[in-house]
C-alpha cells in the first residue's frame, strides 16, 4: 500500500511530535499537495502549534498560504534577513521589493 502525499505529511507530523519537541522547522511542509491536503495540513499545523504551545518555523513561498497562517513573517533573500514582523509589514511595497 502506498501512502498519499498528504498521509505521508500527517505521517510526519506525527513522527515529529511523538519526539515532544519545543520547536518544529518544516521545509515547505505543503508542496505537492493538491489544494485540500495543502490546507488540511496547515490547518493541523497551526492548531497543533496553538494546543501545544509549540514554536513552529516554516518555509513557505506561497505569500497566501503563509498570510492565512502564519503570525510572523521573516523575508529572506540570497541568503540574507531583509524583514521581519507582523502582518502589518505585508503591503505592496514589501512584496514588490522582496518578493516580485
Do not use: C
Amino acid at each position: 500500500m502506498e501512502l498519499s502525499g498528504g498521509e505521508r505529511q500527517l505521517t510526519m507530523i506525527a513522527r515529529i511530535l511523538a519526539q515532544d519537541p519545543k520547536v518544529v522547522i518544516l521545509d515547505e511542509p505543503i508542496s505537492y499537495l493538491d489544494i485540500r491536503n495543502q490546507l488540511e495540513i496547515m490547518s493541523l499545523l497551526k492548531r497543533i502549534t496553538r494546543n501545544l504551545n509549540l514554536t513552529t518555523i516554516l518555509v513557505l513561498h506561497d505569500l497566501n498560504v503563509a498570510m492565512r497562517y502564519a503570525d510572523r513573517f521573516v523575508f529572506l533573500k540570497d541568503g540574507r534577513l531583509y524583514l521581519s514582523g507582523g502582518r502589518e509589514m505585508i503591503n505592496a511595497e514589501t512584496i514588490k521589493r522582496y518578493i516580485a
